[in-house]
């Protein structure tokens, strides 16, 4: 099985969050669980944003965690291409109106993975696979420090977006 992991999913994974369910915890560091992990090429970007506004804050060089986060294991970086750029903006409406959370289900439905993610409108479209990490009360400021369980980048200060 191919496991796609939405932008906050990410994120999470590589600050050790809570928010993450106890078997995504135990799924992502055994690489014998699934097939591949998948990012889309969107997630970095919406994550460089995501620093960009505020909502997200880092104690270390961007670039850094960014280039520590995406080594996972099995985890390949998919691009964007005119194919999924073209499917992103066809996905049967009503839809999700953000443009990268279109990206990621079209990159799922693409690999035929599935989405990890807490992202209500994605979980409410039933033609893509999803599995669903706890989900917590949204906009409180949370601290997320260095984990020993797998390589988080680094202490960062974190508003949860939707």
């Not at 194919?83 to 109106?97: D, G, I, V």
């Not at 989900?135 to 988080?152: E, K, M, N, V």
Request: with cysteine.
């Amino acid at each position: 099985m191919k496991y796609l992991l939405n932008t906050h999913t990410w994120i999470w994974w590589n600050m050790n969050s809570k928010r993450l369910s106890a078997k995504v915890k135990r799924l992502i560091p055994e690489p014998t669980r699934y097939e591949e992990l998948l990012l889309s090429a969107i997630s970095p970007w919406e994550f460089c944003k995501l620093l960009d506004k505020k909502i997200l804050t880092i104690a270390c060089d961007s670039e850094e965690w960014m280039n520590e986060a995406l080594d996972m294991p099995k985890l390949r970086l998919v691009p964007r291409s005119s194919t999924l750029s073209f499917k992103a903006n066809n996905l049967p409406q009503p839809f999700h109106l953000d443009p990268a959370d279109q990206i990621i289900v079209a990159t799922a439905r693409e690999e035929n993975a599935t989405i990890i993610t807490t992202d209500q409108l994605i979980l409410g479209d039933k033609e893509v696979k999803t599995l669903w990490p706890n989900y917590f009360a949204l906009g409180r400021p949370l601290i997320f420090s260095s984990c020993t369980d797998h390589q988080a980048p680094c202490r960062a200060v974190c508003t949860i977006f939707t």
